[in-house]
Structure formats: C-alpha cells, structure tokens
C-alpha cells in the first residue's frame, strides 16, 4: 500500500488539470461541435500518458538537484523512495500509453508524437544552461492544445486558431513557472542554476511573469475577436483575465497561485471555447 501511494505520488495525475482543458480546447476549436466519445476517451488516455511521461523525464534527469534541495529533497527519486528501476518503468508506462492512444487517433498523430517527448526531455536539461528554461516548460505544455487540434484536423491547413492557443499556453505557463521557481531562489544561485528569480531577483522576476501573463491574454483576446465570438465565451474571457491577475496578486502564496488559482485558468478557457461550441 506503501508503495502504490509512493507510485502515486511519483506520477502526480492531478497535475493533468493544467494541461487536460488545453488539450480539450484543441480538440472543441478544431471540430468547432461535440466530439465522439472515442475520440475524447483517446485524447485522455494520450493527455495521461504524455503527462506520466513528462513528469517521469524531469525527477529522472532532475534526481541528484532534487536531493540536494530542501524542498524537493522528499520527492521520490531523491529520497529512495522509488528506485531508478521503478522510476523508469513508470517513465516506459507513460510513453507506452501515449503512443498507443496517438495511434489509435492516427498514423498523422503517431508521426508526430515523438515531438513533444523531445521537448519533455530536453527542457530539465535547460535551467543548467538558460535562463529561457521557463519557455521549455512553457513550450512542453503548449503541445498540449496543439495536439488536441491535430487529433480532429490530422492537417496543419488552417491551423492559425491552433496557434494562437498554443502560444497562450507558452506565455501563460512561462509566467507561472517563473512564479513557481521564487521557492527556489537561493538555492538556485548557490547551485548556478538558471531560473529568473536567481538571476535576476524575486521582484523583477515576477515583473517579467506579469508581463508574460499580459501578453498571453492579448493572444486570448486575439484568439476571441477572430474566432471565439459568442456572449458566454466573453464572459469566460473575463473570468481568465480575471485569474491571471490574482495569481500575481496573491503571488507571494506560491500554493494558492500556482496549484489553485491557476489550475482555474485552463477551465476558464475550455468554457470559452465550448461556450462558443453550443452558443456560438
């Protein structure tokens, strides 16, 4: 019982909430009306999988920084809690049901499902290097929408409404990360690792995460006047523009805005997209 809740704890699924609306508001703008239910199902089992796997890559490559941070010296892998054994059996789990549910979808889908698992591999890797590491979080998620409109479209025509999500996905999740990554500060100067905050100080860091929200609600605006015109979309437009900032105002509780209020944000712009759906 012990180790299934270690297990759990490893794959962390409640953290699919920040990426699941994003990949369903893919999936609704592309269809632009209900999908069947083998389709949703799909890009579930694909949004878990894909998920599984990213998180499994990052306490992988991440383990030994893990271990020597206070915060993070408790997960899994640092703590010996879950062997590299398990942890890579997890990781293989994952990318099994990804790719399998991306076949399922398509051979286009499969074609291009090795991209975001590059991505996923790579972007740990960066905090080493750049301080851009926030756009490769940033980057690993905004697959997720990409991938939902590739699920109904199988084409790239057309694909600007798709853009213009991913993009919103980039910035808003670079904002955040940067938001996140003020609990590790000092430790990421002591150790030379390249997160805004320990390069550039906590203030001005969350001065760049809000300019970085700003620009992702232009881009969800952008994305309402073209394509998302209905009375009840605008309303969830609001609602979003509404959290994004007081998640920087309540942004000295990293808790509440990283794990609650924003974990709001991709509901607010799925109800956009499906308000527009049904009442567009």
């Known amino acids: 019982m012990a180790k299934l809740k270690h297990f759990l704890s490893f794959i962390k699924i409640e953290h699919t909430l920040f990426s699941l609306p994003l990949i369903y508001s893919g999936v609704f703008l592309a269809a632009r009306e209900v999908p069947g239910p083998s389709l949703l199902l799909l890009v579930l089992t694909a949004a878990v999988g894909a998920r599984t796997a990213a998180l499994a ?11 020597r941070n206070p915060r993070t010296a408790q ?3 640092a703590s010996g809690r879950l062997t590299m054994t398990e942890g890579s059996l997890i990781l293989l789990a994952g990318i099994g049901l990804y790719l399998v549910s991306a076949a399922m ?4 889908c499969l074609l291009l499902s090795p991209i975001p698992l590059l991505i996923f591999t790579a ?3 960066m905090k080493r290097f750049t301080p851009l590491a926030h756009f490769g979080v940033g980057l690993g998620l905004a697959m997720a929408p990409l991938g939902g409109w590739f699920a109904v479209q ?3 025509d057309n694909i600007l409404p798709a853009v213009l999500l991913t993009l919103f996905t980039l910035l808003w999740v670079a ?3 940067i938001i996140y990554s003020t609990l590790d500060e000092l430790f990421d100067r002591e150790e030379s690792l390249y997160s805004f905050s320990a390069r550039y100080g906590k203030m001005r860091a969350l001065r760049i995460s809000g300019f970085l929200h700003v620009a992702a609600f232009a881009v969800l605006v952008t994305l309402f006047a073209l394509y998302v015109k209905a009375v009840g979309s605008f309303l969830f437009l609001l609602v979003s523009g509404f959290l994004l900032y007081l998640e920087h105002k309540k942004s000295s509780d990293v808790e509440l805005a990283f794990f609650k209020i924003n974990a709001i944000v991709g509901f607010a712009v799925l109800g956009m997209v499906i308000s527009w759906v049904y009442f567009g």
Do not use: K, M, V
Request: net charge negative; aromatic share 18%; charged share 35%.
């Open 57 to 67: 890559l990052n306490r992988i490559i991440d383990r030994e920084i893990d271990r």
């Open 75 to 77: 997960r899994e892998l």
């Open 105 to 108: 979808i398509s051979t286009f």
């Open 123 to 125: 972007y740990p890797y």
């Open 154 to 156: 199988q084409s790239f």
């Open 175 to 177: 904002g955040f990360d």
